[in-house]
């Protein structure tokens, strides 16, 4: 039996075109605190239309979220996910380097990408949120061989793979920790953790825009959660797009 904190529901499925999609139809009817995690997931999807490849032996959760947030606010989310994934995998792999955060939503190991999150909401017609799911997929048993940013698993670091039920409980616990203190703090003590373990901060860095790239030092993030990238032309507030190291 998997043990969730106080006010969540599991939602299992064996196989699910998406546990974020299944979870968006939850979130339509209301079922805030729905957990939705499957064993394999046949239309995953990552940040900005791509495919999130979705084999059995890794974790695939989404999870319904009340929707009493601003959209601006709702982008805060995925550091704050990121932050439960990196401290769920925190005790997964002990040693060596430690997860890191790469701007908005990656979690690291060294230059290799381990977990993805992916937010979304939808809004009703007087612009406030109508539904808030959380995607999490952390790759545990295996990770795609191709793809723009190289992958990692939690067994090509050499550790014994976690089953995706115990890491779904450590994650769901961390999760809800972090949660609870943004909902009660903000995003100032979310955003001085995630800088804390920020991958290429204060690094030369690649932010591709789609089509547009821009190049510069990685600065910081700001009060919002947006990348300061301080370029020839001066600094530049970017909302949205992917990070690569400068050199690759
Ligand atoms: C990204 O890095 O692009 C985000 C990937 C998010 C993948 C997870 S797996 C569980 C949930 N269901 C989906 O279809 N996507 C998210």
Not at 180 to 198: I, K, L, Y
Request: proline share 7%; hydrophobic share 45%; aromatic share 8%.
């Amino acid at each position: 039996m998997i043990r969730l904190p106080a006010g969540y529901r599991l939602v299992f499925y064996d196989t699910v075109g998406s546990t974020s999609e299944a979870a968006r139809e939850l979130a339509r009817g209301g079922a805030v605190g729905s957990v939705v995690w499957a064993l394999q997931q046949t239309a995953g999807r990552g940040r900005r239309g791509r495919t999130w490849l979705s084999p059995p032996g890794n974790l695939y959760v989404s999870f319904v979220l009340q929707p009493d947030i601003s959209a601006a606010r709702a982008a805060q989310l995925g550091f704050v996910a990121a932050l439960a994934v990196g401290d769920t995998l925190a005790g997964v792999i002990a040693a060596g380097p430690p997860p890191a955060f790469k701007w908005p939503n990656d979690v690291m190991v060294g230059d290799c990408k381990i977990a993805g999150i992916l937010v979304e909401a939808e809004a009703g017609e007087d612009g406030s949120l109508s539904t808030l799911v959380v995607g999490i997929g952390i790759n545990l048993a295996s990770a795609p061989a191709a793809s723009a940013t190289p992958a990692t698993s939690v067994a090509a670091l050499g550790r014994p793979a976690p089953t995706p039920d115990i890491m779904l409980e450590a994650l769901a616990a961390h999760f809800d920790i972090w949660l609870r203190r943004w909902r009660s703090a903000g995003f100032a003590p979310v955003r001085s953790a995630w800088r804390s373990r920020a991958y290429a901060l204060g690094r030369p860095i690649r932010v591709r825009l789609d089509p547009a790239e821009l190049r510069g030092r990685f600065r910081d993030i700001d009060a919002e959660g947006g990348l300061l990238l301080e370029t020839a032309d001066g600094v530049r507030h970017i909302s949205a797009g992917d990070v690569f190291p400068a050199l690759r």
